[in-house]
């Protein structure tokens, strides 16, 4: 009879954890960093309204907070608002996406292959310039638009007609901001759709529109369901628009609520945060079951799966003489999320005060808004600091990315099946809960108001995003390459530093690149995090906004939209080079 020594057991264990130490690792460091905040934004729904870090919220455990924010009738109308602003925006922006790609996947339409270039510059364009710009464009007083329409047709009211004040104008100028990345998950429905069918359908007697209604939109009701389902949640975090709007027309949302409760004289007098907390629960609860929903439309997105082996090409419609009506459609989209806003913005960023654009005023021209921006100390603070989140959030979250994508793809293991979710679930966190959950952990500390609660905050929110990247990079390379490295004698470690970030370095420089653009685009977690000692661009931008209007934030907003513009446009060109590259 064979014995087994007694050191064998022991070895394989160790052998185990040495093997799973970098996942267990990784996935302990995820659930810290994502789970924690949460749980103590939660913990602090039960605390007093001055609870400072969990122990006081603990020390006060009670459920006040719960009756005062379900027994106010106040509640119920931020909710409705909350509602009401996310349906229209998301109907609205739908609307246009769904136009958009039809007209570029479907019809003979002039300039589509220009449009699929064009269409990232609305994606860029921080939503708070484009609110911004159309302040300036529909204000009720001095509204060029406004001021126009009241000279053509000599009205004698100082006021109106038209107003963005309202959840009309909220939802108009949110429906052009979200549109683009709706028309960009829409274009695969549209162009994987096997024209045989429609074409079986004029078959046996359906007019274009039957074919329409009763073969093209079940077909894509799927990922229509998948992107209203997914804006659901995206809604509910969108803060930079109703925070520009909603908040000078009186119309709270709940995004723009946590913010209120969680700044000093802002509502009731000091922050609030064991409210806050219970309103950013209610996002948090809203958000999973609009997630909930969109990961149901992906599994059952198979029932309606058109693309088999067989090649086909999607037919395009003749537009004939409509094509021109329809490049129409286009260019005035674009008037209206770029063009016009981003005008308004520049002539306002050359006058000392606001004026009307006129010939007359052209003589009020300088550059005095740019000379203050420049000489004031905190405004290069803020830019400094700007600069020192982009490196270093992009290049941590690019790194996490690339480390977490290696793991899933080329060490399978219910480990990294874990690492693959939780990675993917802060897509189900509202932007505002995030930055909440951040801003009641960290409120004892001294990594209070720093910059660096700024990057830990960008890391999580922009994780989700950049490990689909890295995932879909690891797996078009062939592990073959990883073998043959190992098998020479590298280590794992030389291995993947020397061979697979080598060859992922393309598809890792256009992550870093899109989340560099998104930390420079968001408003969200500067407003909720940044101290007054570390500035960002956006603090800046809000500051001037707040104390002056429109007008007083144009020439910093001018600055950043064309900071984004030039990262987007390098970003633009990274991936059309590793596209050629990759063909």
Known sequence: MTTTPLSTSPNRVLTTIRSNALPLGILILLTVAIGVPMVVMILFTFGAPDSIGVGDALASFNFNNYDKVFGDPSTYRLLLNTIGYAAGSITFGLSIALVLAWLVERTDMPGRTLLYSLMFIPMAIPPFATATGWLLLLGPNAGAINVWVRDLFELTTMRGPFSIYSIWGMIFVTGLAVAPTMWLLLLANFRNMDPSLEEAGSTVGFNRLNVLRRITVPLMRPGTMGVIAYYGVVALAIFEIPL???????????????????????????????????????????????????????????????????????????????????????????????????????????????????????????????????????????????????????????????????????????????????????????????SLALLVLFIPTPLYGSIILLIIGYTIGLLAFTTRLTNAAQIQLDKSLEEAAMTSGLSPVNTFFRITIVLMLPALLNGWMWAAVHIVRNFTLPLFLAGFSSPMMANIIFQRFENGGPEAGAAPIVLLVIAVMIMAFASRRLFQSDNAGAN
């Open 244 to 434: 520009a709007i909603g908040t000078r027309a009186g119309i709270p949302v709940l995004s723009t609520q946590l913010f209120l409760l969680t700044r000093s004289g802002a509502l009731e007098g000091e922050p609030n945060y064991g409210i806050a907390a219970t309103f950013g629960l209610i996002s948090m609860v809203a958000a999973a079951f609009f997630m909930y929903i969109y990961l149901r439309v992906l599994r059952d997105s198979a029932r309606f799966s058109v693309v088999t082996g067989k090649g086909f090409r999607p037919k395009r419609i003749g537009l004939k003489k409509f094509k021109w009506l329809a490049l129409g459609i286009v260019l005035l989209y674009f008037l209206a999320q770029v063009i016009a806003p981003f005008l308004m913005l520049l002539w306002s960023s050359f006058l000392p005060y606001y004026r009307t654009p006129s010939f007359e005023a052209l003589s009020y021209f300088s550059f005095i808004n740019y000379q203050d921006l420049f000489e004031n100390p905190r405004f290069n603070s803020a830019v400094i600091n700007t600069i020192i989140v982009v490196l270093v959030s992009s290049t941590l979250v690019v790194g996490l990315a690339a480390v977490i994508s290696w793991l899933v793809v080329r060490r399978p293991s219910p480990i990294t099946k874990l690492i693959n979710i939780v990675a993917f679930s802060p897509l189900a966190l509202p932007a505002t809960v995030v």
